[in-house]
């Protein structure tokens, strides 16, 4: 290979690329699409569903999940539920991986889809229980393909209630609805 060939084959990558339309988006007034799997920082917490059982902050890799229960008074069919007095998620050293949304038995934890969270400060990046009340509830379809299957995008402005969000139905089977499902599934 002669001396330099590199070189010239260098410049033609940059002329071809010097001719060709530039691919820039003026982002606050222009927005690509995103994917409604799309595992965002603002994370959606149904209250109904939590029980308190800490399975997220348990599962979390990086132990960014703090909660804090007591004994509560209400019932639940699987046993009793605990009164939440924190659930503080830190944003600043979340990786988002999702191994708490995967943990959660209930279906009470979901990744946002949100990513404009910036902060200059650390404290700044914590989200604390009252604002995973008040957030919105639109959830991302990661790992949930109950929405999947419903074609939910949480992108289009429709919150979804709890009883939407869970793998299971609300509803109690019947006999035959359950014998159904237990042949269906062998």
Same mark, same amino acid.
């Given at each position: 290979?002669?001396?330099?060939?590199?070189?010239?084959?260098?410049?033609?990558?940059?002329?071809?690329?010097?001719?060709?339309?530039?691919?820039?988006?003026?982002?606050p007034? +222009? %927005?690509?699409?995103?994917y409604?799997?799309?595992?965002?920082?603002?994370?959606?917490w149904?209250?109904?569903?939590?029980? @308190?059982?800490?399975?997220?902050?348990?599962?979390?890799?990086? @132990?960014?999940?703090?909660?804090?229960?007591?004994?509560?008074? %209400?019932?639940?069919?699987?046993?009793e539920?605990?009164? *939440?007095?924190?659930?503080?998620?830190? *944003?600043?050293?979340?990786?988002?991986?999702?191994?708490?949304?995967?943990?959660?038995?209930?279906?009470?934890?979901?990744?946002?889809?949100?990513? +404009?969270?910036?902060?200059?400060q650390?404290r700044?990046?914590?989200?604390?229980?009252?604002?995973?009340?008040?957030?919105?509830?639109?959830?991302?379809?990661?790992?949930?393909?109950?929405?999947?299957?419903?074609?939910?995008?949480?992108?289009?402005?429709?919150?979804?209630?709890?009883?939407?969000?869970?793998?299971?139905?609300?509803?109690?089977?019947?006999?035959?609805?359950?014998?159904? %499902?237990?042949?269906?599934g %062998?």
């Amino acid at each position: 290979m002669p001396y330099g060939f590199g070189l010239a084959k260098g410049f033609l990558v940059t002329l071809k690329n010097f001719t060709r339309k530039p691919f820039t988006v003026q982002y606050p007034e +222009e %927005r690509l699409p995103q994917y409604p799997r799309f595992r965002g920082e603002e994370f959606v917490w149904y209250e109904e569903r939590c029980t @308190g059982c800490a399975s997220c902050a348990k599962y979390c890799p990086l @132990g960014i999940i703090k909660i804090v229960t007591k004994p509560g008074s %209400r019932q639940v069919q699987e046993g009793e539920k605990y009164e *939440l007095e924190v659930f503080d998620i830190e *944003l600043a050293r979340c990786m988002m991986c999702g191994r708490c949304v995967e943990a959660c038995p209930y279906d009470a934890l979901h990744m946002g889809s949100g990513f +404009e969270r910036a902060g200059y400060q650390r404290r700044d990046l914590t989200i604390n229980i009252d604002e995973l009340r008040r957030s919105p509830k639109r959830p991302s379809t990661w790992f949930r393909p109950q929405l999947e299957a419903k074609g939910y995008d949480p992108f289009r402005g429709t919150t979804l209630s709890w009883q939407e969000v869970g793998r299971h139905s609300t509803d109690d089977p019947d006999e035959q609805q359950m014998k159904e %499902r237990w042949v269906k599934g %062998r």
